[in-house]
């Protein structure tokens, strides 16, 4: 009978556990002024809808975001617009500026 997986994986177990947290905040001030300033770049929003509209989007930010090798290893912005929960938009940090990432 084989060993049980727990016995034979305990050390890569351990060495895939986080170290540091995975769950989301609320973004802060800078962070939605900087997405704010992203909806004003695409022509449609002026500065007063932008923020009304940053400021009332479902908005969470995980500091310590990484994908496997190789990737992106940093903040990570997610946003779900109020259309519906089909809409909508991620960003990371590039230089300390919020960058939208494509649809692949």
Same mark, same amino acid.
């Not at 351990?14 to 986080?18: E, L, R, V």
């Not at 519906?84 to 960003?91: A, G, K, L, M, N």
């Given at each position: 009978m084989p060993w049980p997986l727990s016995y034979h994986f305990p050390i890569f177990i351990?060495?895939?556990? $986080?170290t540091t947290s995975q769950? $989301?905040?609320? $973004?802060?001030d800078e962070e939605l002024k900087q997405l704010a300033g992203w909806l004003q770049s695409l022509g449609a929003y002026d500065e007063e809808f932008a923020t009304i509209t940053a400021s009332t989007a479902y908005v969470a #930010?995980? @500091?310590h975001y990484q994908t496997g090798c190789p990737g992106y290893c940093g903040k990570l912005l997610a946003v779900v617009w109020d259309g519906? $929960?089909?809409?909508? @938009? #991620?960003?990371v940090w590039s230089n300390g500026n919020i960058e939208h990432v494509d649809r692949q």
């Open positions: 351990m060495a895939i556990q $986080p769950a $989301p905040r609320s $973004p802060n #930010v995980f @500091d519906s $929960p089909s809409t909508y @938009d #991620v960003f």
